[in-house]
């Protein structure tokens, strides 16, 4: 039987100790990718709980161009609560140039970018496309339970929204948002914030 005691165990599981994982590898003749891979969702968000992300934050709106828009302020004080930090911010038309430049920017800074608003189907809402176009991987539960919680709200107009979230190539994450300061409340406190942190630190497990 292993001489590694559990606290050590879950300790090397919860990749803090880089040492502890290839002692527990070598014990149980498994590669160390193979040691953090055994982990389950619990532990994946325990390990996670440290993390400070950093986040990005855009709003796409022609309705508030030039005006003051308060969906994204509740964006940022909803990240900076739950203990994140927001290194960039800002507003743009919607126009699929302006948002491609504006995500542009706001990728080479964070760990998660956050678009609002232009998620709708008419033609000018264009932002779930332009997002689309830097996605390498797309996780569709994210919409899904966003629908099915703001059903409760809105009804069946919860059809109309096309919220998304997805992962770069470079292994940042990219969410959209309906425009509403009611979509992004919903959208942030009862389905991203409670996962983001795991969501961040799954991305960087095999690093």
Known sequence: M???????MIF???GYDSRLVKVFAQEYHRP???????MGHHDHKKAAEEQKIRCSVLV????HRGSKNTSG???ESLLETAGHEVVYSAQVGNDPEE???AIETGLKKADFLLTIGG???SSRDRTVETVRSFLSCELPGFGELFRRKSEA????????SRALLGVTQDKTALASLPGSEGAVRLGLEEVLLPELKHLIWDLGRYE
Do not use: F, N, W
Request: with cysteine; hydrophobic share 40%; proline share 5%.
């Open 2 to 8: 292993s001489s590694i005691s559990r606290s050590d």
């Open 12 to 14: 090397a599981l919860y």
């Open 32 to 38: 160390c990718s193979v040691v953090k891979g055994i």
């Open 60 to 63: 796409v709106s022609d309705r």
């Open 73 to 75: 302020p509740v964006a």
């Open 99 to 101: 948002i491609r430049a």
């Open 119 to 121: 998620t709708g189907p």
């Open 153 to 160: 709200e809105i009804g069946t107009a919860a059809i109309l």
